[in-house]
């Protein structure tokens, strides 16, 4: 039998589809792009994500023989118009468990399908993300993410994920993104010690880290990738959300902004060509142009390299969601629009800074004739000519200009 999978959301999720994917092989089940039966791995994180899978949903069920399965983090979220249009809900923290799997549905024939099958998709790019971190309790007051997918805090043993680190690394890849719900609560000391085990296995590929807390940044963690950044990507994603104290407290975030500030300038002293990109959200409830501002020129003056920008949305059930003083879509919108002007700025600013340095692109999809694109080890998104390189592979090139906010860059 055939199914197909779709992901929303974050690395963690991307990862757990692989997990899903491996486990209903395991049985039988192959995947394919158009099956009549979908399994939908969910986010929830902002209304905008959950209106994309309504539509999608909607798409499908256009077509009455189409099954779909619904899991993730929405299952925990209370969106009934969604829940009402699919056949079968697995709750997220049973989506690893086969005996929560429709037989109505799906029909297991317990035969293995082979390894290369098991990883030739992987989220379709040429990097692995291994989550090593599962659950929050840190209860930002906007963030649904601890209610949908628990505040109870797993930790992978290091063996474990070294374990899976040799696995991905047998089959080629050549970056290994390691991602938590929060990372940081993995713990800087085990962080450390995962680290410095991997630096053996890692001959002609890296490892990068996905998004992680200011306060679990430590500066011997940053240190360790200082003295690593052939290795250990010299970049950090290191989300602010915002650049005004009183905004920060009403997020009940565990930073102030001369914190952020001191962590961005001990990353710049030790790594001069660090990539420190960044989320901000923006139209908190209380955010009034002065506090705007506040976030504006801090991303301004701050060495940050690239933005994702949010537009705040409620959540039901946070604590932000009973704020006062929320902020009009127009005025929402103008942010954003301003944000990601701004954003696009300091991209180009880091890509020149960057002229003329030697660098390690990962290539991972070819663009246009003669040209392919990947990213470098401190993120930045480069193009070079194409002519015999194969992609996934990490080759070494030099910053030659720039281009429609990509760098060009020359193979050495
Ligand atoms: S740290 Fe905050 S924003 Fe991040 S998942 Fe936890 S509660 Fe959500």
Known sequence: MKVSYLTYGCKVNQYDTE???KILNNKGLKE?????????????VTEKVDSEILKKIKQIKKDKNKKIILTGCLTNYEHNEIKNYVDFIIPNEKKFDINFYPSKILTFDGKNINVEEKYKKFSQKDKAFLKIEEGCNRFCSYCIVPYVRGDKIKIKDKNEVLD????FLD???????????????????????????????LKDARIRLSSIGPAELTDRIIDFVADNQDRICPHFHLSMQSGDDKILKLMNRNYTVSFYEKKCSYIIKKIPFAGITTDIISGFPGEGQEEYKNTYDLVKKLPLTRLHVFSYSDRKGTKAEKLKNKVSSEIKKQRVKELILLGKEKEREFIYKNSGQIRTVLIENKIKDGYAEGYTENYIRSVVRF????TSNLIKVKIKDFNNFKAVAEIL
């Open 171 to 201: 089959y080629g890849f050549k970056e290994i993104v390691l991602t938590g719900i929060n990372l940081g609560l993995y713990g800087e000391e085990n962080l450390l010690i995962l680290l410095k085990g991997s630096l053996k296995f």
């Open 164 to 167: 899976e680190l040799k696995e």
């Open 387 to 390: 002519d015999n390189i194969k």
């Open 32 to 44: 394919s792009d158009n099956s009549d039966i979908f399994i939908i791995n969910t986010c929830t």
């Open 19 to 21: 997990i899903i994917k």
